[in-house]
């Protein structure tokens, strides 16, 4: 089964259910919607009957004021109500009521047609209530009322007529209805009534099987709403497994709810048929044109088919079963140089004159599995845009994008041959590859001389700072050993003369230069070698302490401000190595402070540290007279110094940045941007306990 039937197929399916839904719907909305006109039309008739009957019923309690027996009776305990419960019991057979009862005001029955049996306070406080005015006493002039009272799943029906007698009310007269007087016409109609009160509970049904009760416990909750084609509501109810469409109506007066409720069951068999029919007669019309339109495409198809071979701007070329060329479109013609007369000889029904597929291509080494696969008659060529080199009838080759894909038209079967000529493309190939190596050699020849001054430029960076290095070591060290040089040779003349206090004193002072110069060394020598050691909780505020007695002469002149909050955390660190740290920043910061005159400002030192994320930052900062911008670049740098020759070797900080480094720390310097000085940044993990 071909894809294009299984295409076919398919669209008929979906048009012949899309068909069938649309008629089922159509259909349904229609006749739901009749439905609901005669069904609104039928609950009216009966709302005429419901009030017509209870109409007939309405003056009946005037019958009750007429006996001359009733005042007496209502005013005189002592009079007998024989009388009187007699003539209520023949007015309640002729009525054929459920009976007629005679109250006091207060509900209490006083007399009754049915000999007390069927009577309880619950109806008689049901009847009272109707009575009383807005402030809860009885009204008198309320005329004949009417209330319902629901008892075990059956209603109770009731018309009351207050008694008056000189202006005060002295009784009430009641008659309960027999409301299966309603019921009787629907059951010979089988229609499907319910009725409820204000509380919404049932009290009659007309159906002969599903009672007020069941439907009480079933509620109305169920009661779906749709919305029609035309925006109409259309109610339906599922009641003892099967769908009714429902209609109501409120009776204000005696705020009663009538519901209507028709079987859909018969309905929905008219839409399933509807549905039916529509699909046979949608498969029977796209048979029809199926047919017509395939035969249309039959007829066709081989002419379109060269047509738009023809208007392509690619060469195509269309083969039979063996190979030979059935059509050539002119993009074709002209690659491969071929003219009509050609092509009119390879439509002679003799071999010899056909032309093959194999012929467009050129004997080249390349084209072997191609042609070897044009030759085969057993097997279906499929290619997609493999490069071949073409032939040209006029001499030339030329290169070419080759795609060969099975086709059936017209009930034939055979191949299209696609065929893009890409010699334009290989020439570009050809200079771009040749401009890619070119400019691969100038990359590659600019790289090495990148190298070369980059290595040139290292070795300037080296040899500079080898300079700075000499030059300081040199004056550093050459002052010392002068001047050792200078005491040795008077120690001679002291010893000659036997000058011993003085030998003493040149000896104490050569004892002096010798450990400064060991002191030079000794911080070539940290620069040199790092000496890691376990990291360790330690107190920033212990360290400063200890730094601020060691230099409390230098910072005599200085405003301290130390601002460290009692929470902050330990750091992980080398105590001794922290306290070089922080040693060697204050006291540079105070050499710089010598330099802030206190006319401009006072010299102020401020140190302070917070938690940020993960990281503990100190910051030391002061109002001295900063750096240069081209000198801040190189501050950490080994040997940079902006102090004279003699005063440092340019090492301080150079050490202080290893020492942060050995620390798993970092430090940063930049100047203040509202004020004058600079401030130093330490970074340094926190210590945590479980560490």
């Known amino acids: 089964m071909s894809n294009k039937f299984k295409i076919i197929v398919a669209v008929i399916l979906c ?40 109409a007939s019923y309405k003056y009946l309690p005037y019958l009750i004021t007429e006996q001359e027996s009733l005042i007496p009776v209502l005013t005189n305990t002592q009079v007998s109500t024989t009388q009187l419960q007699q003539t209520l019991t023949q007015f309640d057979k002729a009525a054929n009521t459920k009976g007629w009862y005679l109250l006091k005001p207060d509900g209490s029955l006083l007399v009754s047609s049915r000999h007390n049996t069927n009577w309880d306070y619950n109806k008689a406080l ?7 005015n807005q402030d809860g006493e009885l009204d008198k002039d309320r005329g004949v009322l009417t209330s319902s009272y629901i008892a075990n799943g059956s209603a109770n029906y009731y018309l009351s007529l207050p008694i008056n007698h000189q202006d005060k009310l002295i009784g009430i007269a009641v008659i309960e209805v027999d409301l299966t007087a309603l019921s009787d016409p629907w059951l010979a109609e089988n229609d ?15 159906h002969p099987q599903i009672s007020a ?16 084609s035309n925006n109409a509501n259309i109610y339906s109810w599922v009641i003892a497994n099967r769908d009714y469409q429902v209609q109501q109506v409120q009776l204000d007066d005696l705020r009663w709810h009538i519901y209507y409720l028709t079987p859909l069951n018969g309905l929905y068999r008219k839409v399933n048929m509807a549905g039916f029919i529509s699909a046979i007669l949608m498969s029977l019309l796209l048979s029809v044109l199926l047919y017509r339109y395939e035969r249309k495409q039959k007829l066709y198809s081989h002419a379109a088919l060269k047509q738009m071979i023809a208007g392509t701007n690619v060469g195509l070329v269309l083969l039979n079963n063996d190979r030979s060329i059935s059509y050539i479109n002119p993009t074709a013609m002209r690659y491969f140089g071929l003219s009509n007369d050609n092509l009119d000889k390879s439509d002679k029904n003799s071999n010899a004159h ?26 279906t060529p499929n290619f997609t845009g493999i490069e071949v080199f073409a032939h040209n009838h006029h001499g030339d080759d030329f290169p070419a994008l080759l795609s060969i894909t099975p086709l059936a038209w017209s009930q034939r079967r055979g191949s299209l041959m696609t065929f893009v000529d890409i010699s334009k493309r290989k020439r570009a190939e050809h200079a771009l590859s040749q401009a890619n190596e070119q400019l691969e050699t100038r990359v590659q020849e600019t790289t ?62 050569i004892d002096k230069l010798v450990k400064r110069m060991l002191s030079m060394t000794a911080q070539l020598k940290v620069f040199a070698f790092n000496r890691p050691e376990r990291l360790i909780a330690t107190s920033i505020t212990d360290v400063l302490n200890d730094v601020f007695t060691l230099e409390q002469n230098k910072l005599a002149n200085i405003a301290m401000t130390v601002d460290i909050p009692d929470s902050l955390p330990q750091v992980l660190a080398e105590p001794h ?40 930052h100190i910051k030391i900062m002061d109002n001295g007279p900063g750096v240069d911008d081209d000198a801040l670049a190189h501050l950490f740098e080994p040997f940079y110094t902006s102090k004279k020759i003699g005063e440092g070797l340019g090492l301080g900080l150079a050490i202080t940045a290893n020492i942060m480094r050995d620390m798993q720390g970092e430090i940063f310097a930049h100047n203040n941007l509202q004020q004058a000085g600079m401030t130093f940044t330490l970074t340094l993990k926190p210590y945590l306990r479980d560490e």
């Open 15 to 54: 048009s012949v259910i899309v068909t069938t839904f649309s008629v089922r719907e159509i259909c349904r909305d229609w006749l739901l919607d009749s439905n609901r006109e005669q069904a609104e039309n039928q609950l009216l008739t009966y709302v005429v009957d419901i009030r017509r009957v209870l």
């Open 126 to 132: 049901n009847i009272t209530s109707n009575l009383r």
């Open 192 to 206: 499907f009534i319910l009725i409820s009160n204000a509380k919404n509970k049932f009290f009659l049904s007309s």
């Open 213 to 228: 009760t069941e439907i009480n416990s079933l509620g109305t909750a169920d009661i779906i709403t749709h919305q029609l």
């Open 354 to 379: 056909k032309l093959y597929a194999s012929q467009l291509l050129t004997r080249h080494q390349d084209n072997d599995a191609v042609v070897s696969q044009l030759n085969d008659l057993l097997i």
């Open 448 to 509: 090495e001389k990148l190298y070369a001054a980059q290595e040139e430029l290292l070795l300037s960076s080296k040899m500079a700072a080898l300079g700075r290095m000499s030059s300081a070591i040199n004056h550093e060290l050459n002052q010392p050993l002068t001047g050792i040089r200078t005491l040795l040779s008077s120690n001679l003349l002291f010893l000659e003369q036997g000058n011993t206090k003085v030998l003493v004193s040149n000896m104490a002072l």
């Open 577 to 616: 190595r922290l306290h070089q740290v922080f040693s060697n920043l204050i006291s540079n910061a105070a050499a710089a402070l010598q330099q802030t005159s206190e006319q401009i400002s006072k010299p102020t030192l401020m140190i302070s540290a917070n938690r940020v994320k993960d990281t503990i």
